[in-house]
């Protein structure tokens, strides 16, 4: 069964340090997402991406954040300077169609970020 | 604004049934999701309602009133792998499509 593989699985960081985190979607998805969900509280949208460009981003996604598809697999989010409160684990999605019309979002098992 | 509200927690027993109530408030409503998450690890889906009415998929049913903004999840023959939190998450027409997610509903199964 096709899945969503997220590298790495937990990343220890110190503050101020850059982070990327990888992401490889369905091969035949066209909607790319990050998720993030800090410990014991709910799944916060960041950025949706579609025909290699964003198309939509939240509050929480500002310039300290992007997100690239260098390749036709890859899909990574990276973190220029990390502050403590980035600690949380993130979550790739991939869906076929837009969520808005049914589209079931694929998660990946997600990248646990620890910032010290 | 946008709301959605989900009880903290429940416990139910093993073989028995219990429902997970979700209330929301968004200006421009365009679908509802529940999701199952073990801790630690990514949400899976379960289920997505548009229309008003019973979504019946084997031992998991969900439950939609757009009038009232409500929503329920309905776990039947419980089993102790279905402890998780369960999410209950609506798309927001008026956000562009996003996806926004209740805090989540920890289900506890006791023997």
């Known amino acids: 069964e096709p899945e969503v593989t997220q590298t790495p699985s937990h990343q220890v960081t110190q503050m101020g340090q850059e982070v990327i985190l990888r992401c490889v979607p369905i091969?035949?998805?066209?909607?790319f997402y990050w998720y993030r969900q800090i410990l014991g509280q709910k799944v916060e949208f960041l950025v949706s991406f579609y025909n290699n460009e964003i198309s939509e981003k939240s509050e929480i996604f500002d310039d300290q954040f992007s997100v690239e598809r260098p390749d036709g697999s890859n899909f990574t989010l990276k973190i220029r300077s990390t502050k403590l409160e980035d600690s949380a684990m993130y979550f790739c999605?991939?869906?076929?169609?837009?969520?808005?019309?049914?589209?079931?979002?694929?998660f990946g098992e997600g990248s646990r970020l620890t910032v010290l | 604004g946008q709301n959605i509200d989900q009880p903290t927690e429940m416990t139910a027993t093993e073989g028995a049934i219990v429902q997970i109530n979700c209330t929301y408030q968004?200006?421009?409503?365009?679908?509802l999701f529940w999701y199952q998450q073990h801790a630690g690890e990514a949400p899976t889906f379960l289920s997505y309602n548009v229309l008003d009415g019973l979504e019946e998929k084997g031992r998991f049913s969900s439950f939609l009133s757009r009038s009232k903004g409500y929503s329920y999840l309905l776990l039947k023959e419980l089993q102790m792998k279905d402890s998780a939190s369960y999410l209950c998450?609506?798309?927001?027409?008026?956000?562009?499509?996003?996806?926004?997610w209740g805090a989540g509903t920890k289900l506890i199964i006791k023997p």
């Open positions: 091969s035949n998805h066209l909607y």
């Open positions: 968004t200006s421009g409503f365009n679908g």
């Open positions: 998450a609506v798309i927001d027409m008026d956000s562009n499509y996003q996806l926004i």
């Open positions: 999605a991939s869906s076929g169609a837009p969520h808005a019309n049914t589209g079931e979002l694929f």
